[in-house]
């Protein structure tokens, strides 16, 4: 129970690698805050879940890439639970084209969500995130790939692995601030659009066979949530089964 009465805040955690991290940190005595955007029903059953198991957990609907309610997220929390000890910033969005097919607008929402989002999170995080916290970003094994398609997804990792390295130099406070790069995991957001034949052929690229399983990933947050781990700190931790 190495997370026992830590306040854990996780964006987009009502579905898919987000929900698997909640329940293991809370499995691990973590109280959590399970954000989300649309998914209230998702969330809500993630949330149930934690509570039939005994653990302590609230769904708070925001969207990250609104400056003002990424500060009403933050504040209700510490008005529920009185701090906040770790920021887990799982929320983000997928939209594979070539570049050539993206609109202005394609480009806007995933930049929007997934870079602005961090930003506003680690924004708030500077004065807000208790002493001696953690920061976990989530980023991806794209950001090493030339996969067609990911022009943008990968862009946007990008951009928060360098908000990863630069921002824990500026937070002190005994904060350390790290990235996660998972490599291929079953997901919906994942799974969506992919035939069978290309998640075979992703598979055989890992040294085991097979792409990650979303307990694969939350195993690794687990270990960077806990002190454990505070002496790792603007790093990015690539969680791909030894794809790249």
Partial sequence: MKLQDKVILITGASRGIGREVAILLS???AKVVVNYSSSEKEANKTVAHITKNGGSAIAVKAD????DQVTMLFDKTIAEFGKIDVLINNAGIMDNKFLKDHTQDDFSKVFEI???GVFNTLQEAHSKLADNGIIIN????TTKLMLPKYALYSSTK???????RVFSN???????VNAIAPGPTATELFNKGKSQETIDQLSSKSAFNRIAEPLDIAKVVLFLANDDSKWISGQVIYANGAMI
């Fill in 138 to 141: 989530f980023s991806s094994s």
């Fill in 64 to 67: 990250v890439s609104q400056r």
């Fill in 27 to 29: 499995e691990n005595g």
């Fill in 170 to 176: 500026e937070i002190g406070r005994g904060i350390s």
């Fill in 114 to 116: 997934n870079v602005r």
């Fill in 158 to 164: 990008a951009a928060i692995e360098q908000m990863t």
